[in-house]
């Protein structure tokens, strides 16, 4: 079952921070937050991932709350091409190994 | 990350028959997985294949289903076999990279 909660669909205007948020409240202290889009017709690409710091790279922000219950991505200026669904996920540890499970995503459309 | 290519990237097929797609990973890597996509929906995954072992199916899929083969380090295929209209999805090859999970473009299926 999925362990993670987010709202289906977002729009953003092109040029602005896209917020996605993530309510993940039953996550365990050694389970890390992942997250992935999937561009139409394409296999998902991973973005961010982690446990309770705040992470940046090159594609986005990710935003832990303390109690870790929620995160938020953060793409900073969103465009066109940002269009797809994206996907927070929790690793959870099983039988010796890990595993992503899988919510519903968001589907994120910019706007120009 | 390394390059993961999947072949067939899409099929029609008739039902009763069986398919094989095949995924090829541009460096050894011990760790690859199997997912399907149905239309609308998020990932599910099927088998985990590690080289020189039985792969392991999670609830609900079963070997003579989905057998999976993984010959080497860089190359694994999944069998659709006996296939149906509910067998309709998008499948995808995965491998893992230290903490991260990268996935193939993915073979659309489509049964009639």
């Known amino acids: 079952d999925a362990k993670t909660t987010q709202p289906t669909s977002m729009d953003c205007a092109e040029g602005r921070a896209a917020n996605l948020p993530c309510n993940h409240s039953t996550i365990s202290g050694n389970e890390y937050v992942y997250w992935y889009r999937q561009i139409h017709s394409q296999g998902p690409q991973y973005i961010i991932h982690g446990l309770k710091n705040n992470e940046t790279n090159e594609m986005a922000s990710l935003i832990i709350t303390e109690d870790r219950k929620s995160s938020t991505l953060i793409l900073p200026h969103a465009t066109l091409r940002d269009t797809a669904v994206y996907y927070c996920?929790?690793?959870?540890?099983?039988?010796?190994?890990?595993?992503?499970?899988w919510g519903a995503g968001t589907k994120l459309i910019i706007k120009p | 990350s390394a390059v993961i290519s999947q072949k067939p990237s899409r099929d029609i097929c008739q039902r009763g028959t069986s398919l094989t797609i095949q995924c090829q990973v541009d460096?050894?890597?011990?760790?690859m997985f199997w997912y399907r996509q149905q239309p609308g929906q998020s990932l599910t995954l099927i088998a985990t294949a590690n080289q020189g072992s039985e792969a392991t199916y999670e609830s609900g899929f079963v070997i003579d289903k989905f057998p999976i083969s993984r010959p080497n380090l860089t190359f694994s295929t999944l069998t659709v076999s006996n296939m149906s209209p509910e067998d309709s999805s998008i499948y995808l090859c995965?491998?893992?990279?230290?903490?991260?999970?990268?996935f193939g473009p993915g073979t659309r299926l489509l049964v009639l």
């Open positions: 460096s050894q890597v011990t760790m």
């Open positions: 996920i929790v690793r959870v540890f099983f039988d010796s190994n890990y595993q992503l499970i």
């Open positions: 995965s491998i893992r990279q230290t903490e991260t999970q990268y």
